[in-house]
Each structure stands twice: as C-alpha cells, then as structure tokens.
Nanobody
Framework: QLQLVESGGGLVQPGGSLRLSCATS????????IGWFRQAPGKEREGVSCILRSGSSTIYADSVKDRFTISRDSAKNTVYLRIDNLKPEDTAVYYC???????????????????WGQGTQVAVSS
C-alpha cells in the first residue's frame, strides 16, 4: 500500500521549533491536498493543518494558528509543517495524509484522505 513518509520529529524543549516533512516517491504531492494530523496518548486524532491541491491555500486549527506553518516544496515533492514555540500539549504522533479534494471544509476530516504516513513522534518536555 502506498505510504507517505514523515520525518523530523523528536524531543524538544518548550519554546523550541521543529520542521516536520512529508514525502513520497509514488505520488506527485502537488496534485493532492495534504493534511497534517496529530494524536496524543488517550486522545482522538486531530487535524491541525492542510494545504489545498488547488493553489497554495492553507488552513489551520484555531489551537495552532499562530505557531504552525504548512508549506510545499514542489521541486522536492515534499510538504512541511513548521512548529514554533512548542508546548508540552503539542506532544503527539504527527501524521501526514494526501487526499484528492479541494473543499476547505474537508481538510480536518480524516476520512477525506486516501493515503497516510506512519507518523513521527514529537515530544515536548524540559
């Protein structure tokens, strides 16, 4: 089964930054809406951001809007999620997903996506 590959997670102190990457050699990511989700222990998977396939429109959950930045590098066929001012509550497994849709309201819905990665762990602790 096709998978996306996330990388860039790790253990970071509060206030630090990370850049997560989502890549694949099997899809051209520009043709898909790419979403980032996270799942903390004991909690449901939460959509945090997406970038639409049509142009570069970006969407963020209210809880992360001022600290998360999603972007594409078409030349590298990679989508990034930069997280600034990391907080302990950002601790989670972060997943990227690809879906063939352009409707903004579908971004935060996991079932909108056809392809998923295996996740990368982000831990924020002093």
């Amino acid at each position: 089964q096709l998978q996306l590959v996330e990388s860039g997670g790790g253990l970071v102190q509060p206030g630090g930054s990370l850049r997560l990457s989502c890549a694949t050699s099997r899809l051209t990511l520009d043709y898909y809406t790419i979403g980032w989700f996270r799942q903390a222990p004991g909690k449901e998977r939460e959509g945090v951001s997406c970038i639409l396939r049509s142009g570069s429109s970006t969407i963020y959950a209210d809880s992360v809007k001022d600290r998360f930045t999603i972007s594409r590098d078409s030349a590298k066929n990679t989508v990034y999620l930069r997280i600034d001012n990391l907080k302990p509550e950002d601790t989670a497994v972060y997943y990227c997903a690809a879906g063939p849709f352009t409707v903004r309201t579908m971004c935060g819905v996991a079932t909108s996506y056809s392809y998923w990665g295996q996740g990368t762990q982000v831990a924020v602790s002093s």
